[in-house]
């Protein structure tokens, strides 16, 4: 083999590059990174919570309805459909609205509903398909819940108890608590809630200024209502205008109550058949 050839042969065959230290080092750097990378993404997708079932917003909605209806803690579907001769039914709801001597009781039972109902309304918004025809049924009954609630937790003042605060306290005392019982519902910012309480206001106020017609015409002495005198006044204009006041703002408050009632139940109702309605399908 001449010169030359031998310069070609060994031309060809050139010494392999080398990758310096620093280079490879990054390669190993990325590749770690990439790995990490896709370790954190999976341990994060198995880590996600799933999103609720529509069995499992039934039955979320069901220990909600089942509560408000029956007092039950219970995830069983509501039998039948809304029928609204239901409305003449009395149901938990109202028998613990008439209990005028456990109000902590009643709050208690408020406050878990409320908790029901945030549940439901949570389990709602995370569902991956969300169905349009619950969005605004769920918007709107919480609305109805919110002032229905309202009414319910008001401290009621009775006659009784108004009279025992004047006859203890005199009459700027009772209208003080009349105004610290109930400015906080006549200061709401939905007008019907506030109408509700600027008519409680007066009513309780209106019976204040008939023990004052008593107290001037001597029918309250240390202490004390004479009940004979104060019924030898029923004819007296003036008081007969107020008791016609109160009369018509009870009238007044008991629909606005009763109103607010009729679209918590039926509007419970409603969810509930929806709810059902999409099972079927």
């Known amino acids: ?25 990054w390669v190993v750097v990325a590749a770690a990174v990439v790995a990490t990378g896709l370790v954190v993404s999976a341990f994060v997708f198995l880590l996600r919570p799933a999103h609720p079932t529509l069995e499992e917003l039934r039955k979320t909605f069901n220990l909600y309805a089942n509560q408000l209806l029956y007092g039950e803690s219970s995830e069983k579907d509501l039998e039948g459909q809304f029928n609204p001769v239901d409305l003449y039914n009395t149901f938990k709801v109202d028998i613990i609205l008439e209990d005028d001597t456990a109000h902590n009781e009643v709050r208690a039972y408020y406050t878990k509903l409320a908790e029901l109902l945030d549940n439901f309304e949570s389990k709602y918004q995370k569902m991956h398909a969300r169905h349009s025809n619950l969005g605004e049924p769920i918007k ?30 005199g009459e700027l005392a009772t209208l003080a608590y009349i105004e610290s019982a109930y400015t906080a519902t006549a200061e709401d ?48 204009p003036v008081i007969r205008n107020y008791y016609h006041t109160i009369r018509e703002n009870k009238d007044a408050t008991d629909d606005m109550l009763n109103f607010a009632r009729s679209d918590l139940l039926s509007g419970c109702w409603d969810i509930n058949d929806k709810l059902k309605g999409m099972a079927k399908r």
């Open 189 to 236: 910012e939905n007008e019907t809630v506030k109408k509700y309480g600027i008519t409680k206001i007066e009513t309780a106020s209106t019976f204040v200024h008939i023990l004052n017609i008593y107290q001037e015409q001597g029918c309250i002495k240390q202490g004390s209502l004479n009940e004979v005198c104060a019924k030898n006044l029923t004819t007296d």
């Open 140 to 169: 709107n009954y919480r609305q109805t819940f919110t002032i229905f609630a309202k009414y319910a937790l008001i401290n009621d003042l009775s006659e009784d108890f108004l009279l025992k605060k004047y006859l203890a306290d």
């Open 1 to 25: 083999m001449d010169n030359k050839t031998s310069g070609i042969f060994y031309a060809s065959h050139t010494t392999p590059e080398k990758h310096s230290p620093r280079k490879l080092k």
